[in-house]
């Protein structure tokens, strides 16, 4: 059977001249005072920077507004969640018992953290070049396959410019009923609109979160009642 560490470094194509470092990478402030928090810093400010890079080149015509949202939608906590699961990052890490208990090997803030501090442990064994070139290789799927950047708004703003556009009134939204133990909690959120019939619900595991799952629904509302007409 592989060892789930072995099976890390072969997904990344990487190998540690330190492996100190990769331990620290993969430990838990729940564990030990020793923990990947400090690699984290520096591994999330050399992703941003080298994302940045890569987009200002591929993105010779978009402006500062949408190179930020495309950075942002690249290095944002679900993304980097996605790239951990994708190397099955959680196997590896070192948890207190309490976050193993509570799912802590599939919580998304605690991969996307281990991500950027096996980039910060890559850069810090390694140097810039080295963490670059696994950076690239990590996003290489998604740099090749870049949204439009007017795509990347995020619903409560696409539903207030369609509105603004229209001359209709701005929406508001009220939380109608949060369930759920409090580290598992999931918001109910309405939206309404003065003036118009329909009334949205979005659910997610935070307020802002759910507001927009429920500011998604009312613009797919109000855009399917435009195609009818």
Sequence with gaps: MIDPVDR????????FTNPQLLEEALTHRSVSECNNERLEFLGD????????SELFFLKDDASEGALSRLRASLVNRETLAEI???????ECLRLGSGEKKS??????????????SILGAVYTDSGYDACRDLILRLYQDR????????DLKDPKTRLQEYLQS???NLPSYEVVEVSGKAHQQVFEVECRIEGVEA???GEAGNRRRAEQAAAKAMLDNLLAGEAEQ
């Design 45 to 52: 400010s050399i992703l941003n920077f080298v994302i940045a």
């Design 103 to 116: 799912g802590g090997r599939r919580r998304d803030s605690i991969l996307s953290d281990s991500v950027e």
């Design 143 to 150: 740099l090749a396959s870049l949204p439009e950047a007017q």
């Design 199 to 201: 009334v949205t619900r």
């Design 84 to 90: 951990a699961r994708d190397l099955d990052l959680g």
């Design 8 to 15: 890390l470094l072969d997904r990344l194509d990487y190998r």
């Design 166 to 168: 229209s001359r209709q």
